[in-house]
């Protein structure tokens, strides 16, 4: 039992940084980064990101966050650290609803659009896009963060 309990909550902290650290990524280099090309390349360089992105790698740690954490809560339970997992697992709850009510539709409303040399105005599908998605991701990232740095301090202080 401690064995299982123990990989459960390894694969939560695995799991929750590694989305975190992902979407942070995102807010600090790829979205500056094509933040500077022009408006068909960033069109089409997030229609084939939001393609890729979606993986069995990609999925497991993305609903495993929420999962493993939950799992982790059920066999800590009565113990000083269960509060630090729940508050974890709250927390990334939370940064998966902000991703499957702001992020995704955004994704689906640009891959609407038909691939990039058929767009007819790709600065209008940008503009449509980019803010928006970026303002969504940084919330994300950083309630991801939280959730990370919660789910660690409960791993110092127990």
Same mark, same amino acid.
């Given at each position: 039992?401690?064995?299982? /309990?123990?990989?459960? +909550?390894?694969?939560?902290?695995?799991?929750?940084?590694? *989305?975190?650290?992902? @979407?942070?990524?995102?807010?600090?280099?790829?979205?500056?980064? +094509?933040? $500077? &090309?022009?408006?068909?390349?960033?069109?089409?360089?997030? $229609? /084939? *990101?939001?393609?890729?992105?979606?993986?069995?790698?990609?999925?497991? +740690?993305?609903?495993?966050?929420?999962? @493993?954490?939950?799992?982790?809560?059920?066999?800590?339970?009565?113990?000083?650290?269960?509060?630090?997992?729940?508050?974890? !697992?709250? &927390?990334?709850?939370?940064?998966?609803?902000? &991703?499957?009510?702001?992020?995704?539709?955004?994704?689906?409303? +640009? !891959?609407? *659009?038909?691939?990039?040399?058929?767009?007819?105005?790709?600065? #209008? !599908?940008?503009?449509? @896009?980019?803010?928006?998605?970026?303002?969504?991701?940084?919330? /994300?990232?950083?309630?991801?963060?939280? #959730? @990370? #740095?919660?789910?660690?301090?409960?791993?110092?202080?127990?």
């Amino acid at each position: 039992m401690t064995a299982l /309990r123990e990989s459960l +909550l390894i694969a939560a902290v695995l799991a929750v940084g590694l *989305i975190a650290g992902l @979407f942070c990524a995102f807010a600090y280099a790829v979205m500056p980064g +094509l933040a $500077q &090309t022009d408006d068909r390349v960033f069109v089409s360089s997030m $229609q /084939r *990101i939001n393609v890729v992105i979606v993986n069995p790698l990609f999925l497991l +740690l993305f609903f495993g966050g929420l999962v @493993f954490t939950t799992a982790a809560a059920v066999f800590y339970r009565g113990e000083p650290i269960f509060w630090w997992i729940v508050a974890g !697992a709250v &927390t990334y709850a939370i940064g998966l609803l902000i &991703t499957m009510v702001f992020n995704i539709p955004l994704n689906n409303d +640009l !891959a609407a *659009i038909g691939g990039p040399s058929g767009i007819t105005d790709p600065a #209008a !599908a940008r503009a449509a @896009f980019e803010n928006a998605w970026v303002r969504w991701n940084l919330v /994300r990232a950083v309630v991801h963060t939280v #959730a @990370f #740095a919660v789910l660690l301090a409960g791993l110092v202080t127990r």
